[in-house]
């Protein structure tokens, strides 16, 4: 893509703007940008970013009067620091961590990869717990396609993802 101010370069800095609801993108090179002050040193941590996904919406007000009785952390401290105080902290603050996780990836599932072969004497173990795992997300997705349907009224198609979810069901393991 061609820089939009001089025509001639590789546009490397491509920027969006909401300016009275309307999306503006511009598209510049680096030399156009530096010379139309367009701020290039980014002066923003992962803590910054975090913190304000945080910040935005929360629905939990008990996250910041909850402490944990090990190390005193309390969640305000932990949109602060963007560090837990110890592993106690995951339980305590379980509620509030799950909500943070499903704003920032739309899921607190992971659906992402599953470790390939591992040089392990168990691997028919690793190989079974994989392909477990594989038939949750699946379960897990058609339960979500499932809730879809009944509220897009489709009960054809929700009959039929209701009929796939008890095969799923029950090619699963047994929990005990």
């Not at 061609?2 to 510049?28: F, P, R, S, V």
């Not at 004497?121 to 690793?126: E, H, L, V």
Request: net charge positive.
């Amino acid at each position: 893509m061609t820089c939009e101010k001089c025509k001639k370069d590789h546009a490397t800095y491509h920027l969006t703007a909401i300016e009275n609801g309307q999306k503006k993108e511009t598209h510049l090179c680096e030399g156009c940008a530096r010379n139309s002050g367009v701020g290039l040193n980014f002066n923003f941590s992962l803590s910054d970013i975090l913190g304000s996904v945080t910040e935005s919406k929360s629905k939990t007000k008990g996250g910041s009067k909850t402490k944990c009785p090990e190390c005193g952390m309390t969640f305000t401290e932990f949109k602060k620091q963007m560090r837990l105080g110890c592993a106690n902290d995951y339980e305590i603050f379980e509620k509030e961590l799950n909500e943070l996780v499903t704003r920032i990836h739309g899921s607190n599932q992971h659906v992402g990869k599953v470790p390939g072969k591992a040089e392990d004497p168990d691997r028919k173990a690793i190989e079974a717990a994989k392909l477990v795992k594989e038939k949750e997300n699946r379960l897990a997705q058609l339960k979500k396609e499932l809730d879809a349907a009944v509220v897009a009224e489709n009960y054809e198609k929700a009959a039929k993802l209701r009929d796939e979810i008890k095969t799923a069901e029950n090619e699963l393991p047994k929990k005990t």
